[in-house]
């Protein structure tokens, strides 16, 4: 007999994967509240940003932001709970915000500081 299985991982928030540019960034806790099972978990489609750049310092830390100084959108969750950790930030892509968690907002600030760079949509998930 076959056993089949089936295995939960997160939706990809990206609308077309072909086309996306996406680098490694340090992602911060800061202001990332713990569940339930004490993790601070970053949902994929957060926009994160701050002051200094991470395309002209490899070592700048991002936080999630709402504002004008996103940077662009994680493609992955991000496990935070011992402290800043890598993730990978989409640069250049599609996201399509209807599969995008319910935690997670895309402001209008977010929308223009990453407009012609990061086109967000809204298709049948």
Request: no cysteine; glycine share 12%.
């Amino acid at each position: 007999m076959t056993e089949h299985k089936t295995y939960l991982g997160p939706k990809q928030v990206l609308g077309f994967i072909a086309n996306k540019v996406a680098l490694g960034a340090i992602v911060s806790d800061t202001g990332v509240t713990a569940d339930s099972n004490g993790k601070k978990i970053i949902p994929a489609g957060s926009p994160v940003g701050g002051d200094d750049s991470t395309l002209e310092n490899e070592q700048a830390v991002l936080s999630v932001v709402s504002d004008a100084t996103a940077q662009g959108i994680l493609e992955f969750p991000v496990d935070v709970t011992g402290g800043p950790s890598d993730g990978t930030l989409i640069i250049n892509g599609y996201v399509n915000e209807n599969r995008l968690p319910d935690s997670v907002k895309i402001t209008d600030e977010v929308k223009s500081a990453l407009n012609g760079k990061v086109t967000f949509f809204k298709r049948n998930k």
